[in-house]
């Protein structure tokens, strides 16, 4: 790192947000702070990628390994209870995940955090927002290194923090059981209350705020990594009117009109090919747009609405966050990042069993989904799959699919002013667009490397550590290097039995019905970044296909996947212990009377012999 003042690190995550929702990634929403980043020596990347679901980006954010290494091969909800994982088109049990290692839910023992490498190295650790890597205070953030932390815990919760007061003998639906309540903890003790007026995204911003100012006004001289990982604009779809009413008419010609005009923004900004194929909008379960009623219309759009005024509430924060350490000087010598999680997220929710049996009947009883109402906190409303496409296009599908669509997200970086300008050296575009491929792996090498921090693998505190997988990005920022991945690199991904595979410029995708063959298909991205033509059959490709399968075998032995189908490894069925659903979270806070008194809830999950020994390998 150049100059002898250490840098600072914000990395702020999005969650759901789709590829074009930004304003400086072709969207119309209100995003000037992100832009700004963007526009003042930012650097936006179109071939970022990361999990196709959140816990598991997460846990590769944190320790700049595999998932499936790190404790979260599958999000915890969708291990615990198979059905949890049907409305995301998944009907593989994922029994045999349960008890497994890599499979925890928390981040495990054999990563070493981000956090705590730098807290070990005289930084200042802070974080605000979403956690999602573990429940308990020994799994909090305050645990993993964080010196300061007000942390959401679960996956996803009500924004306004709303909860109904339910009649008896009436009980919380199970699909919503884990998607309502908003657990968190400060710097490792649960929060008995949330503050009067809570909105997740202002209360978070408002809090890293407050962690700011407290360094600044205790000339606190230390270098700060500061997480800032945001709930929204995950369902339920809740923000303040005043931001939703600024959208009012922009979507009333549908998502399909929506999608060919940020379709045309990516291709004037040059961020995708004029000729590109976009793939065909995949969306069986819910009616065409031209069939809905004007009144199904209606609420349709304002529920594009909502999503559009919880993307500005998490800008606004951006900026005040941002703004701040411009106006402390801090700014300049500050490497600020933007991305999401994964995909925009477009399950409809609507039409699957799970959510049919009494969620919807819940909803109807003990929330105001009146056209005017929606967007408040006693509301309860998702988007669906064509105004998800509509955000990830040109791409295939959306969130937990390993298809473009659920992996590849946006991501902006403002790098210290010490460093040379990225729009400066080959492979950048003037207006500081690059196609490099890279992944949320690469975060933690780099920030390490601008430190001047060794990881510490093969052990850390007395216990064995993973190296990392991720590469360190600074020799091509630098323009020490033309790539920030080798030419032949080989990248996997798996989510709850969909896989893919990627080996330069050549993807393996592995879709289960109804949203895929359920076999394994090829596709030349640079040629077909839609994944629209299946090479998989072609003579010409049979060579290329049969080598890039045993890369997937070798990417499953060495981060250990536990496959559920037979295509994807060796697939075992479940034992009997792992049958049992719903035992598998260690705090299980949705039960009546668990968040009184949380340590009496707190359980062991059960262990299950493994079938396999994870190799993780050294990059």
């Known amino acids: 790192m150049a100059g002898n003042k250490r840098p600072n690190f914000l990395v702020i995550v999005a969650d759901d947000l789709g590829f074009s929702d930004i304003g400086c990634f072709g969207g119309e929403i209100r995003t000037p702070n992100i832009d700004k980043l963007a526009k003042n020596g930012g650097l936006r990347f179109t071939d970022f990628h990361a999990a196709a679901a959140c816990s598991p980006t997460r846990a590769m954010l944190m320790t700049g390994t ?10 915890i909800e969708w291990t615990n209870i198979s059905g949890q994982n049907g409305p995301k088109g998944g009907h593989f049990d994922t029994a045999p995940q349960r ?22 190295a005289g930084y200042l650790t802070l974080m605000s927002g979403k956690w999602h890597l573990g429940l308990t205070p020994e799994r909090s953030p305050h645990a993993r290194g964080f010196e300061r932390s007000f942390a959401h815990l679960p996956a996803c919760s009500n924004h306004y923090a709303y909860e109904p007061q339910l009649e008896h003998p009436d009980k919380i639906p199970d699909f919503m059981t884990m998607s309502f309540i908003a657990l968190h903890s400060e710097d490792g003790k649960y929060v008995k209350k949330l503050p009067d007026g809570w909105y997740s995204s202002d209360g978070y911003g408002d809090k890293m705020l407050s962690y700011l100012k407290d360094r600044h006004e205790k000339k606190d001289e230390r270098p700060f990594f500061a997480y800032f990982p945001f709930t929204a604009p995950h369902w339920p779809l809740q923000a303040p009117q005043e931001l939703i009413k600024h959208y009012r008419g922009v979507y009333d010609d549908g998502p399909e009109a929506l999608r060919q005009r940020r379709l045309q923004r990516l291709k004037d900004l040059g961020m995708i090919a004029p000729d590109v194929e976009p793939h065909p909008v995949v969306a069986d379960e819910v009616k065409p747009w031209n069939d809905l009623t004007d009144e199904e219309r209606t609420r349709s759009c304002r529920a594009m609405e909502c999503f559009a005024g919880m993307v500005e509430s998490i800008d606004i924060n951006v900026g005040k966050v941002v703004n701040y350490l411009e106006q402390t000087g801090e700014l300049e010598n500050t490497f600020v990042c933007f991305m999401s999680d994964n995909g925009a997220e477009g399950a409809a929710y609507e039409a699957y069993p799970i ?9 109807q009883k003990y929330y ?21 496409q509509a955000a990830t296009a040109p791409s295939r599908l959306y969130k937990a699919y390993t298809t473009e669509g659920g992996v590849r997200v946006p991501f902006v970086a403002k790098w210290p002013e010490t460093l040379p300008a990225p729009k400066e050296r080959a492979g950048v575009t003037k207006e500081g667009i690059t196609d490099q491929f890279a992944t949320v792996m690469d975060l ?10 060794n990881h510490p693998a093969p052990t850390y505190k007395g216990r064995e550590v993973v190296h990392m997988r991720g590469a360190n990005m600074m020799p091509f920022i630098s323009g020490a290097s033309p790539r920030i991945h080798k030419e032949d690199f080989i990248q996997g991904w798996e989510t709850a039995g969909r896989a893919a595979l990627r080996h330069s410029n050549f993807k393996l995708v592995f879709i289960p019905k109804p949203k895929g063959p359920e076999r394994w298909q090829l596709y030349d991205l640079s040629a077909d970044p839609g994944e629209v033509h299946d090479l998989s059959d072609l003579p010409q490709h049979k060579e290329r296909f049969d080598a890039m399968l045993k890369m997937w075998e070798q990417y499953v032995l060495e981060t250990g996947i536990v496959p559920l189908a037979p295509e994807l490894g060796r697939f075992l069925e479940a034992t009997e212990a792992q049958m049992t659903e719903d035992v598998w979270i260690e705090y299980p806070y949705y039960l009546e009377g668990a968040r009184d008194k949380p340590e009496e809830f707190f359980r062991q999950p059960p262990k299950v012999e493994p079938f396999r020994a994870p190799q993780p390998a050294t990059q």
């Open 66 to 75: 595999d998932h499936h290494i790190a404790g979260l091969g599958n999000l």
């Open 99 to 120: 008890g497994q290692p890599g499979y925890e839910g928390y981040l495990n023992d054999k990563v070493v955090a981000l956090p705590e490498m730098l807290k070990d």
């Open 355 to 363: 959510v049919q049996m009494n969620m919807m009947s819940h909803l």
């Open 368 to 388: 105001d989904n009146s056209l005017q109402n929606l967007g408040n906190g006693n509301s309860f409303i998702w988007y669906g799959p064509r105004w998800a």
């Open 444 to 453: 933690v090498p780099t920030i390490l490397s601008m430190a001047g921090v």
